[in-house]
């Protein structure tokens, strides 16, 4: 078994990663290209179907910790780290659909900073809002970071950690300005398949492979085209529940397998250890079946790229909102044009990148960035995409 | 037609609605500790060949249980809103 830890670069695994990330690129500079229709298409207000807009969601919610981290855990830890999953997908239901996206919309308010403010009457609440928005995405990037350093050092043996985490955040960074990627529902919905693909495609080929069962995926990819309204809305949450739920039936089985059939994993530590099971699991056909095993660990690497890359972006776009439209544009400069907050958002994808991993490049001077920042501004994630409905209202004052 | 009272009625009913799946999701989470705590034997059952009965139930057995429950939720708001839409317009309706 420890060759496998000595070989070079696979071309398998390293062709589907390029893919990845080449097509999230493409995406970026198409959605780029089509922001201006796109824009019109949303500020009109008109219906976004209910199964893409739940993939959406899960497309930025379904981060590296979801795709590497849970397997990982199960692994370490087996039946205590099985209540990682369940949580994070019951916490969707008891906060988001029971108590948080009914009041939300009836309020009017589509971000947590509006809502904040609006529901105090005070402007400091819209402070510490703001403060919780950045905090949370701040902390929220780290795992991310982590996910890419594991991958990318997984995929290049001799690259040192801190290079897959600055190239990863370079090009994440990249993405975002180019695009505002994070903003078109198709291409999040993308993600989210990407990633269900990912997780499931190698786990079905493994226990046909290795256990001759039969098991079969249930392919839900239901368009519903409805209005913009509440019942829409928790029409979409109830997808996500359900594809949520699905997706989280995978990693676990990762942890598991990898448990009886990777126990060499247990030595290792960090990117070395047991967080890289779902990328080293499906080598193992390569004993057998020569070229397969790797196909199906360079699918969950493009998995694992689609994850960290989705959540990564996703959290910068809200962050950069939360600087430009709420912190400059109520806090700081209250009377600030449109285009004078586009200016500053312009650069603040780069520099909280820059805390981040050290990144000083600016991609400031795209025009794409400032469409993000003038149409989706501070929308924080899921919480707000239920209640909002991909409604342009916010950015209408 | 928008009245306070319209908006607060429905505000409450859902709210009670809300509460009560709340528990009943809290009463699901809650029970499969106290099931592996106070039934153990049962809980450590092989089922489907593999898996004990608990590892069965919360890796796969919870995702049903929840979508069971918030489908139930959104039946009922929405059946809310409509019976309150139906019962302000039938009150308006008498006048010509």
Redesign the interface.
């Known amino acids: 078994m420890t060759p496998m830890f000595a070989m070079a670069v696979d071309p398998w695994i390293l062709a589907f990663s390029a893919i990845t990330v080449g097509a999230t690129i493409f995406m970026g500079f198409w959605t780029a290209r089509k922001s201006k229709t796109a824009s019109d298409f949303f500020v009109a207000g008109r219906s976004v179907s209910v199964g893409w807009n739940a993939s959406a969601i899960l497309g930025e919610y379904l981060s590296a910790a979801s795709f590497m981290g849970i397997a990982g855990m199960v692994m370490s830890s087996g ?1 205590d780290a ?2 990682y999953p ?1 949580c994070y ?2 916490g969707y ?2 906060l988001l ?3 948080i996206a ?1 009041p939300l919309r ?1 309020f009017g308010a589509y971000t947590i900073p509006d809502f904040a403010e609006g529901r105090f009457d005070s402007p400091v609440f819209r402070k510490i809002a703001v403060y919780f928005v950045l905090f949370i995405g701040f902390f929220y990037t780290m795992p991310q970071m982590k996910g890419a350093g594991t991958t990318l050092s997984y995929i290049f043996p001799g690259l040192p950690y801190w290079a897959g985490v600055v190239l990863v955040g370079a090009v994440i960074t990249l993405n975002v300005a180019l695009g505002g990627m994070k903003d078109i529902t198709l291409v999040q919905a993308v993600q989210y398949w990407a990633k269900m693909f990912a997780i499931s495609v190698p786990i079905f080929v493994l226990i046909i492979a290795l256990v001759c069962g039969t098991a079969g995926l249930p392919h839900i990819l239901v368009r519903f085209y409805t209005n913009p309204d ?2 829409a809305a ?2 979409t ?2 997808w996500v ?2 594809l949520i ?2 997706f ?2 995978f990693p ?1 089985v990762f942890g598991v397998m990898g448990r009886n059939l990777f126990p060499e994993l247990y030595n290792g530590i960090g990117a070395k250890g047991t967080d890289k099971i779902v990328l080293e699991l499906p080598r193992i056909l390569n004993t057998k079946y020569a070229p397969l095993g790797s196909i199906l660990s360079g699918i969950t690497c493009a998995g694992a790229f689609a994850a960290f890359m989705s959540t990564f972006s996703g959290l910068l776009v809200s962050m950069t909102g939360a600087m430009a439209h709420d912190v400059y544009g109520r806090m700081l400069r209250p009377k600030s044009t449109p285009n004078e907050r586009c200016g500053c958002s312009r650069s603040s994808p780069s520099s909280s990148v820059a805390w981040r991993c050290c990144l000083a490049r600016s991609w400031s001077r795209w025009k794409s960035i400032s469409w993000s920042a003038r149409h989706l501004p501070s929308r924080r994630q899921a919480i707000s995409r239920c209640c909002s409905w991909r409604c342009g209202g916010v950015n209408s004052r | 037609m928008h009245s306070e009272e319209f908006l607060h009625s429905l505000m409450r009913k859902q709210l009670k609605l809300s509460i009560a799946c709340a528990l009943a999701f809290l009463g699901v989470l809650l029970g499969l500790p106290l099931a592996n705590y106070f039934w153990p034997e049962l809980m450590a059952i092989r089922v489907f060949g593999g898996f004990t009965l608990t590892w069965f139930l919360l890796g796969i057995g919870f995702f049903p249980a929840v979508w069971a429950i918030s489908l139930y939720f959104i039946r009922r708001s929405i059946a809310l809103e409509d019976e309150e839409v139906r019962e302000v317009q039938s009150d308006q309706t008498p006048e010509p």
Do not use: D, E, Q, S
């Open positions: 039946y099985l209540w369940v997908a019951c239901l008891l659909l029971l108590f009914g009836r509440g019942v928790k029409r949450t109830m529940m359900i739920g699905i989280y039936v676990p």
